[in-house]
């Protein structure tokens, strides 16, 4: 066995919570009431709100109590928080390409002065906001960004995550503080009707009913039962009715729409029965459609349809209601089984490891190499870390990546990767490239060892483990590894010394890993990095014994009743064919396993495939008939049918022997 260990240092966010509630008047959605928490120093020099989704924010309504001494706005800045907004409005994009958005989050950022119009009346204060052309400005240069290929335009509102007034003197906290943003108030009143619940063991209240509604960036405005009789609710927000008369209830909403783009501050209405819970969003109401939840027989429709459950049920019968859910299956593609046999070959995505609070990320790529985000705060770096005090000088380093590379096999090679799931999340990944197995393992850690208390900008080690088994069980072989680090400068050449590696570029000398291995061969400099050859002698013997284990485990769950380890020739008048055993671990017979692609070919029936032989199988790589599966375990999952039974007793082994197992398969 052969292996080292790198490590290297690196760094890491917060969260708070508070909520309150009041009355909402049409025009502009007011979204202080449901911010999360307020912002208020212990100098008292600064009042705001923050929320947990980003808000249009268009206006401030600031009022003081007039009866103390109303600070002079003078003496005022409005501050938003911001980090990713270019000061434009959002660009209409597709739903998937949306979702790749960069948001701010509450602790990736900085307090930036708005530009604004104050008008002051005494005690009340209205304040809008001007275009933020130096932003927008800040923003192209530091991205390099055309704004003349950018849809967006110069907007009159700020898009952020909190908002705060700053003084350079104390002030009284304000009595009214209003968030308008670009969303509009409508109303919309709706009907809830409910019957007995179709899942098992679900029931509704019996005897005295209780049940709530409530909305988060909304208010119900009034209650009333189907009959149209007011619902009084008592001191905990609830209804109370005899369960027996009460099959549903009419309620009055004011929602929050934006106009431009309804992802923003949509109103979400929850409801309580008995032990129940269901939300809905209520522009989907609004716009006429029907939500129809089965399980909890649950229907949800705009006042005026007057639709039952028991008719929308027979609609959906009939097909003329039938759900999105129900017409997908009229397409066989859009099932998950085809779906995933029309997909290209899958191949694995990066793995990030992270501690609480996400700054002291570090990227481990499929092919082994680590990256960790530089110091310029670039959009295009999805991993650039804040600077902090306690960051040594000594990580610093041009660009937007450095970058650790072991030179590990090419994709082709690799047998699998696993994460072993726990506090600390640790990625283990396997290459069998000819006889040679290379096993990486890596966790992250924080230095002082301390998981109880993690703070924002702890320093981190990514710790990694490369163990090297020579799989030939006559002759030695050469195992080699090459140690590169790089970013958008040259790293120029690397030097180790006791272990500790330094990397020399034209900036002077940085301290990069530490290195530690068991083996007699040392690292030598080559080619500006660091190279490892060591000749192995030939079989390890716990990788064997493995192997060795893992034939036995092949056969008890169920694989040998189609992969038949070992065929007879038939007689041959050549000696070296005749009646000789192969190992071929195949029947060679035609098998429903659920891995077939629905075409008919000679006696072949549309899902059946012949069983391969899996000789020779360490040297292949994709697997299944049409390369859909990247490692043996992947393959293994995707029999079913036939072969569902085997499948279940593997996800039934405990870790030790699935890896036998698949130790097993990587010596065939």
Known sequence: MRFFTISFLYVSVIAVCFSSNTALAKGNFDAAPFAVSEIRNSEQTTYGLYWSEPKKISELIVEFDPNTNVPDPNTFKVQFWHNTWN?????????????????????????????????????????????????????????????????????????????????????????????????VYHDVSLTIRWEKPERKGVEYSTGVYKGTIRAQNGLITGIRTLTGEDIKLN?????????????????????????????YDNTVVSVSLGELQFSFRASDIAKGERIYIKDLGVLITKKGDNTTIDQYKTQIENGSSRTVYDRVFDHPEQTLENAWKDMPIKEPLNFVHGLPHNRN???????????????????????????????????????????????????????????????????????????????????????????????????????????ITNTDTAQNKNAELYLHIDHDEFEGFLEENKGDVYGSWSGGKNFRLHLKHNSDSTWKTSEGGLRWIERLSPGDPAFAQD????????????????????????????????????????????????????????????????????WGLRFRRPFLHDGSAATPLEAILRHGNEAQTATTNYRELPTPDQAALLAFLDSL
């Open 361 to 467: 990320v570090f990227k481990q790529m499929p092919n082994g190499e680590f990256r960790v985000g530089g110091e310029k705060a670039n959009w295009k770096c999805t991993y650039q870390l804040p600077v902090s005090e306690r960051d040594t000088k000594r990580k610093l380093w041009s660009g937007y990546y450095l970058n650790f590379n072991l030179n590990l096999p090419p994709k082709e090679y690799r047998t699998g990767r696993k994460l072993i799931d726990g506090y600390i999340p640790v990625l283990t990944t396997t290459w069998q490239a000819l006889a040679i197995h290379y096993e990486q393992t890596a966790f992250l850690y924080p230095l002082d060892g301390d998981l109880n208390e993690i703070d924002l900008d702890d320093p981190t080690v990514i710790l990694c483990k490369i163990r």
């Open 87 to 183: 000061g434009l409005s959002d660009v209409k994009k597709a739903a998937g390409v949306t979702g790749w958005d960069q948001n701010d989050d509450w602790t990736k950022g900085r307090w930036v002065d708005a530009e604004v119009i104050l008008n002051a009346n005494s005690n009340r204060w209205a304040i809008t906001f001007k275009t933020l052309d130096r932003l927008i400005k800040e923003f192209k240069i530091y991205h390099d960004l055309d704004l003349d290929k950018n849809n967006g335009v110069p907007v009159n509102y700020i898009k952020t995550l909190k908002v705060r007034l700053k003084s350079s003197e104390p002030f009284a906290k304000p009595v009214q503080f209003k968030v308008l943003t670009e969303s």
């Open 235 to 263: 001191a905990g927000e609830q209804w109370l009715i005899n369960s027996a008369e009460m099959q549903g209830i009419q309620a009055d909403l004011r929602y929050a729409l934006d106009p431009d783009d309804q992802s």
């Open 547 to 614: 192997a060795v284990r893992g034939e036995t485990i092949f056969a008890a769950v169920g694989c040998t009743s189609c992969h038949i380890p070992i065929l007879m020739t038939g007689p041959d008048t050549n000696p070296v064919f005749d009646r000789r055993p192969v190992a071929l671990y195949s029947d060679l017979l035609l098998h429903d396993v659920a891995t077939g692609d629905g075409i008919p070919q000679a006696a072949a029936l549309a899902n059946e495939i012949r069983t391969p032989a899996l």
